[in-house]
């Protein structure tokens, strides 16, 4: 074995090569490829099975796995084969990624809920709350039942769906349901008149003869209008 000690000095080796890339080969005695650690410039590489670029680290401390050139401050590259980034925690353990500017951010993961089962979230970090959550019983939007409104855009309209999270009041069609239930769609004076609600009802041949179609009103003293 090779054991070198400098009492006051950090580097106490230097393997340096007289072309543009030096490196230190590391083999046993099962294959006849060589893994290699690599200097090319100021950049750091690590070449296995015969093949380069398995991993380098770039002098602006960019890190490419299978790539020598890569953009973002990580980035993982195969030209042959799908691409799969796997996070695997211990049994009953949560899996997280952390995105985080300037002190806030939100936490995407995996972990168990309350009723043993397992659920998939997008956490709010800043305000200590659930935004969503997937599970096998279903979707929850705002488990924490704070004031967030809710909104689906359509291709012509940017509220086809809002949920008011202050009253709990939907729209559709407006931003600013006054009711539980509030419809609205804009028509111009040139346009003939569009109905803003269609209930429409279908049935087999052989279902009963009593068949309803519209709205029932009711209160609280069984007083129906439809």
Same mark, same amino acid.
């Given at each position: 074995?090779?054991?070198?000690?400098?009492? $006051?000095? =950090?580097? @106490?080796? #230097?393997?340096?090569? /007289? &072309?543009?890339? %030096?490196?230190?080969?590391?083999?046993?005695?099962? $294959?006849? =490829?060589? @893994?290699? #650690?690599?200097?090319? /410039? &100021?950049?750091? %590489?690590?070449?296995?099975g015969?093949v380069?670029?398995?991993?380098?680290?770039?002098?602006?401390?960019?890190? /490419?796995?299978?790539?020598?050139?890569?953009?973002?401050?990580?980035?993982?590259?195969?030209?042959?084969?799908?691409?799969?980034?796997?996070?695997?925690?211990?049994?009953?353990?949560?899996?997280?990624?952390?995105?985080?500017?300037?002190?806030?951010?939100?936490?995407?993961?995996?972990?168990?809920?309350?009723?043993?089962?397992?659920n998939?979230?997008?956490?709010d970090?800043?305000?200590?709350?659930?935004?969503?959550?997937?599970?096998?019983?279903?979707?929850?939007?705002?488990?924490?039942?704070?004031?967030?409104?809710?909104?689906?855009?359509?291709?012509a309209?940017?509220?086809?769906?809002?949920?008011?999270?202050?009253?709990?009041?939907?729209?559709?069609?407006?931003?600013?349901?006054?009711?539980?239930?509030?419809?609205?769609?804009?028509?111009?004076?040139?346009?003939?008149?569009?109905?803003?609600?269609?209930?429409?009802?279908?049935?087999?041949?052989?279902?009963?003869?009593?068949?309803?179609?519209?709205?029932?009103?009711?209160?609280?003293?069984?007083?129906?209008?439809?």
């Amino acid at each position: 074995p090779l054991h070198v000690y400098h009492a $006051t000095t =950090n580097g @106490v080796a #230097l393997f340096e090569s /007289g &072309d543009g890339q %030096g490196g230190i080969a590391l083999k046993d005695n099962s $294959t006849s =490829n060589n @893994v290699f #650690l690599l200097a090319t /410039g &100021d950049d750091f %590489g690590i070449q296995t099975g015969g093949v380069a670029n398995r991993l380098t680290v770039k002098s602006d401390g960019k890190v /490419g796995i299978g790539t020598s050139a890569p953009d973002h401050q990580l980035q993982v590259r195969d030209t042959s084969n799908a691409v799969i980034m796997s996070l695997k925690a211990a049994t009953n353990k949560a899996s997280i990624i952390e995105l985080e500017n300037d002190g806030t951010g939100y936490s995407i993961g995996h972990d168990l809920n309350n009723n043993g089962g397992h659920n998939f979230f997008i956490y709010d970090r800043e305000n200590a709350r659930d935004m969503v959550q997937f599970s096998s019983a279903g979707a929850v939007f705002n488990e924490g039942s704070a004031n967030i409104d809710f909104r689906i855009e359509s291709n012509a309209d940017t509220h086809a769906f809002f949920l008011q999270g202050s009253t709990g009041n939907v729209g559709i069609g407006t931003t600013s349901p006054g009711y539980p239930l509030a419809v609205s769609k804009a028509e111009s004076a040139a346009s003939d008149f569009q109905t803003n609600l269609d209930l429409k009802r279908t049935w087999d041949s052989g279902d009963s003869t009593d068949r309803y179609h519209g709205l029932i009103f009711s209160d609280s003293n069984s007083v129906n209008a439809g």
